[in-house]
Structures are given as C-alpha cells and as structure tokens.
C-alpha cells in the first residue's frame, strides 16, 4: 500500500517539478499524450490520503503526549500521598511513644503513691501496736500480770496446752 502510494506521490511530484522547470526556463510544457488510463488518475487523491493519515498521526501524537503528562501528575501525586501518609505515620507513631511515656509515667506515679499509703497504713499499724505493747509492759510492770481481756483467741491459750508423753501420733503425723 504505501509502496503504491509512494509512487503515486513520486508521480506528482516528477509533474510538479517539470512544471516549474518549464516555466524557469521559459519552456513550454510538452504536451502529453492523451493515455486512456492517464486521463482518470486523479493526483491530488494521495495528497488526501497522505494528508488524512498526517492528521490521524498529529492526533496521535498529541493524545499520546497528553497521556505522558497525565501519567506524570498521576506520578507525582502518588509520590506526595505517599510522603503525606509517611508523615501521618511518623506522627502517629510518635504521639503513640508520648502516650506510652505519658502511661507510664502515670503508672510508676500511681505505684509510688500506693505503696507510701500502704507505707503510712503500716507505720500507723505499727505504731498502734507498739503503743498497746508499750501499755501492757507498764501494766505488766506495774501488776506483774498480763492482761487477758486484751488477747482475744479463739482457742486455748498457749500456757493452758499441756504436751503428752506419748509422741507416736506426732511421728505418724510427721510422717505422712
């Protein structure tokens, strides 16, 4: 096909050219013979044709360069979401550190604060014990007894427990 074409363009151009070269030269054209296959050839139908596929190129060319740029812009928004979301992530994940900091810290505040109570608690304890302790030995001294509305058991009181002989209860106990 465009071998065809190519010779038909070849054709009109050998025309063209030998007409300009006659009328440079002041030469008239040569009359050409009248060909029966000549006289229907229409010249200008290769220009139409060349010209038609010239536009269905440029037409091409431009919806190809506009796919390019549109492919970069598609390009380059997808490089900035993705920084942006990089970004998001940093921060995210470091307000994530600051809350476990911040967590943390609450944390270790709370257990600080426990255990003084608890410290408190049993320094009172304490003190409250060593200051019955302090007025049964002044009792103590005072009657030489100890005081037995201030014990409160439940069961028999360590004097009253009178240990037998016979021990091979004791043993089987420990034995088994």
């Keep these: 096909m465009f071998g065809t074409l190519k010779s038909k363009f070849q054709t009109v151009q050998d025309g063209i050219s030998a007409s300009f070269k006659g009328l440079t030269l002041g030469e008239s054209p040569k009359p050409k013979k ?27 060319h431009e919806l190809a360069e506009e796919n390019s740029i549109k492919a970069h812009e598609l390009q380059s928004k997808q490089l900035d979401h993705r920084f942006q979301l990089a970004l998001y992530k940093e921060k995210k994940l470091s307000e994530l550190d600051n809350y476990r900091v911040a967590l943390a810290s609450e944390h270790s505040e709370r257990v600080l604060w426990k255990e003084l109570r608890q410290q408190k608690m049993l320094k009172e304890r304490q003190d409250t014990f060593d200051e019955v302790f302090r007025g049964e030995i002044e009792n103590y001294k005072a009657t030489g007894v100890v005081p037995r509305g201030a014990t ?25």
């Excluded at 409160?152 to 004791?170: H, K, M, N, R, Y």
Aim: proline share 4%; hydrophobic share 35%.
């Design 34 to 60: 009248p060909n029966a296959g000549t006289d229907r050839v229409n010249y200008n139908a290769g220009a139409d044709v060349l010209h038609h596929y010239q536009l269905q190129w440029n037409e091409l």
């Design 152 to 176: 409160s058991q439940q069961g028999p009181a360590l004097e009253e427990i009178v240990l037998e002989d016979d021990s091979t209860d004791f043993d089987e106990f420990l034995q088994s």
